[in-house]
């Protein structure tokens, strides 16, 4: 199973993440499952607009890289402009995890901070209670459960 996470913070923000996924599927990345929106501070900038957030579940067999091109292409058809790392940005789309392999290079899998991120476990918790982290060997609960109290309890699904 592939887990994609994808986020907006600027305009509509809702509408944003369901056009990513019109235009991921219209790509061939078949959706499996989706999780429910997750609403969460602006990280690491709090000042910053609020982010919504969902993780999908994907079983398309596309490799990693044309993963990651069908996902630049989507954000680029959405209008997101290159900024500065952790800006404000319609739309962001990122593996998560992929068949439970571990990589490194161009691509990182699982996704390197993931494990740290509410608006990523929360989501993928609603998917798959028994997700287990491949590189970590850490349930998706005990994730959770490390996580700050403050990262607990500031997330908020709508």
């Known amino acids: 199973m592939i ?37 969460t501070l602006s990280w690491p900038d709090t000042s ?7 993780v999908i579940q994907s079983k398309s067999r596309f490799s990693p ?6 996902f630049k292409s989507t954000e680029k ?17 990122d593996i998560i995890s992929y068949d439970q392999k571990i990589l ?3 691509i990182t899998i699982p996704h390197k901070r993931m ?3 509410n608006f990523v476990l929360f989501p993928m918790y609603e998917l798959d209670k028994n997700w287990i982290h491949p590189k970590k060997n850490i349930s998706i609960r005990k ?5 700050p109290i403050k990262d607990i309890k500031s997330i908020k699904q709508i």
């Open 65 to 70: 890289e044309k993963y990651m091109k069908i």
């Open 104 to 106: 490194s290079g161009n």
């Open 3 to 39: 887990y994609i996470g994808i986020g907006s913070n600027l305009g509509n923000r809702i509408h944003n993440i369901e056009k990513a996924k019109y235009f991921l599927n219209l790509s061939g990345v078949k959706i499996h499952k989706s999780s429910s929106y997750y609403e």
């Open 143 to 147: 994730l959770i459960f490390s996580l």
């Open 115 to 117: 494990f740290e991120r």
């Open 77 to 93: 058809k959405l209008g997101r402009k290159k900024g500065l790392k952790n800006s404000p940005r319609i739309c962001d789309i």
């Open 48 to 54: 910053q607009p609020k982010f919504i957030n969902i």
